[in-house]
């Protein structure tokens, strides 16, 4: 049986009982409606990017998403509609899009993983979330064995959320429709850090080959590039910024990271509450190990197992709650494992 940490970036993850490839739609569709018709348990991998899959594996049938190809139908004076397969490259899409000329996905550059994981998670950084730009997504419904497409309001999108994700596994994703912007211009920058890379304010526009640059050098810094020098295998940020109540985002220290939610809620950052729980960079627990790069990053520094990486985020999610009061939640999908 094939290992599935062949299949993830983490590296870790136990044997498969049945892998299979698709190469298509239509196979996408075939392939789960015969596991459903078995009544074996499926596990759709994309890019395996933001997956801990246990050491045990998956006792049913995993299906690997290969499809690609995308559809541009577009105004040369205003923007287009995107049509992109969910087995297509993320990134590779990004750095398409503003190749052909349009804008509004620059921030989200350097991002692992394929088009179709990106509306579950509702992949976000540096100020913008993909929400922004999903005009509709088209999915196979497991329950109702037929196609239905979402609309951006349907997907019910928030902060690292979707009704993807909320009723994980019931739709498969088959391609995502994008409407963007044609220019040059960026998106107001949103974030400080970026803004500050870049020498510009808050709210200013630069040129969305300048952001992208800049995006995908802020993430080797950190250890987030998949293909980043000597970087070892992680699934990117493992925790979620927690957003807290106001009562609970005021009793943390001043210095505190706090961004403002629209519903009257605050955003803290993981990183910040690990590292002033006294997690550390390097910090390795058997096999696992925070990145010396960044506190989010949990790492296999080569010979991890997936039980070492849950202990060590177990040993994080501990010190942040005792010091802090605050449960981090696993922004990556735990497979065969859990952190309670």
Same mark, same amino acid.
């Given at each position: 049986?094939?290992?599935?940490?062949?299949?993830?970036?983490?590296?870790?993850?136990?044997?498969?009982?049945?892998?299979?490839?698709?190469? %298509?739609?239509?196979?996408?569709?075939?392939?789960?409606?015969?596991?459903?018709?078995?009544?074996?348990? =499926?596990?759709? #991998?994309?890019?395996?990017?933001?997956?801990?899959?246990?050491?045990?594996?998956?006792?049913?049938?995993?299906?690997?998403?290969?499809?690609?190809?995308?559809?541009?139908?577009?105004?040369?004076?205003?923007?287009?509609?995107?049509?992109?397969?969910?087995?297509?490259?993320? !990134?590779?899409?990004?750095?398409?899009?503003?190749?052909?000329?349009?804008? !509004?996905?620059?921030?989200?550059?350097?991002?692992? @993983?394929? =088009? @179709?994981?990106?509306?579950?998670?509702?992949?976000?950084?540096?100020?913008?979330?993909?929400?922004?730009?999903?005009?509709?997504?088209? %999915?196979?419904?497991?329950?109702?064995?037929?196609?239905?497409?979402?609309?951006?309001?349907?997907?019910?999108? /928030?902060?690292?959320?979707?009704?993807?994700?909320?009723?994980?596994?019931?739709?498969?994703?088959?391609?995502? %429709?994008?409407?963007?912007?044609?220019?040059?211009?960026?998106?107001?920058?949103?974030?400080?850090?970026?803004?500050?890379?870049?020498?510009?304010?808050?709210?200013?526009?630069?040129?969305? %080959?300048?952001?992208?640059?800049?995006?995908?050098?802020?993430?080797?810094?950190?250890?987030? #590039?998949?293909?980043?020098?000597?970087?070892?295998?992680?699934?990117? /940020?493992?925790?979620?910024?927690?957003?807290?109540?106001?009562?609970?985002?005021?009793?943390?220290?001043?210095?505190?990271?706090?961004?403002?939610?629209? !519903?009257?809620?605050?955003?803290? /950052?993981?990183?910040?509450?690990?590292?002033?729980?006294?997690?550390?960079? @390097?910090?390795? #627990?058997?096999?696992?190990?925070?990145?010396?790069?960044?506190?989010?990053?949990?790492?296999?520094? @080569?010979?991890?197992?997936?039980?070492?990486?849950?202990?060590?985020?177990?040993?994080?999610?501990?010190? =942040?709650?005792?010091?802090?009061?605050?449960?981090?939640?696993?922004?990556?999908?735990?497979?065969?494992?859990?952190?309670?």
């Amino acid at each position: 049986m094939e290992q599935l940490s062949n299949f993830t970036t983490l590296r870790v993850g136990g044997p498969a009982r049945k892998i299979v490839h698709a190469h %298509t739609e239509n196979e996408l569709i075939e392939f789960v409606k015969a596991a459903d018709k078995n009544n074996e348990q =499926v596990l759709i #991998l994309g890019g395996g990017s933001n997956l801990l899959i246990s050491d045990a594996g998956f006792e049913g049938t995993v299906i690997r998403v290969e499809s690609k190809g995308n559809a541009l139908d577009y105004d040369a004076c205003s923007g287009g509609m995107i049509e992109v397969s969910a087995g297509e490259d993320w !990134d590779k899409f990004v750095a398409l899009t503003i190749d052909k000329g349009f804008a !509004d996905l620059e921030s989200l550059s350097g991002i692992p @993983g394929t =088009v @179709g994981g990106a509306p579950i998670q509702n992949i976000g950084a540096y100020g913008h979330e993909v929400s922004e730009t999903v005009a509709r997504v088209k %999915t196979f419904d497991r329950q109702k064995s037929e196609i239905v497409t979402f609309s951006n309001s349907e997907c019910k999108f /928030s902060y690292r959320h979707s009704i993807f994700k909320e009723e994980l596994g019931r739709y498969v994703i088959l391609n995502v %429709t994008f409407q963007l912007r044609k220019g040059e211009q960026s998106l107001p920058i949103a974030y400080a850090e970026l803004a500050k890379h870049l020498s510009v304010n808050i709210g200013d526009r630069v040129k969305v %080959t300048d952001v992208r640059k800049a995006v995908l050098q802020l993430r080797a810094s950190k250890g987030m #590039l998949i293909d980043s020098k000597n970087e070892i295998n992680s699934a990117g /940020s493992f925790f979620i910024n927690p957003i807290l109540s106001k009562e609970i985002a005021d009793s943390l220290p001043s210095e505190a990271p706090r961004w403002q939610q629209p !519903d009257g809620k605050v955003k803290t /950052s993981a990183a910040w509450l690990m590292e002033h729980a006294g997690i550390t960079k @390097g910090e390795k #627990l058997a096999g696992a190990q925070i990145s010396n790069k960044h506190v989010l990053a949990l790492t296999n520094s @080569g010979d991890a197992t997936a039980e070492d990486i849950v202990e060590l985020a177990k040993k994080a999610r501990k010190k =942040v709650f005792e010091k802090f009061g605050i449960k981090l939640q696993a922004e990556v999908q735990l497979v065969g494992v859990d952190l309670d």
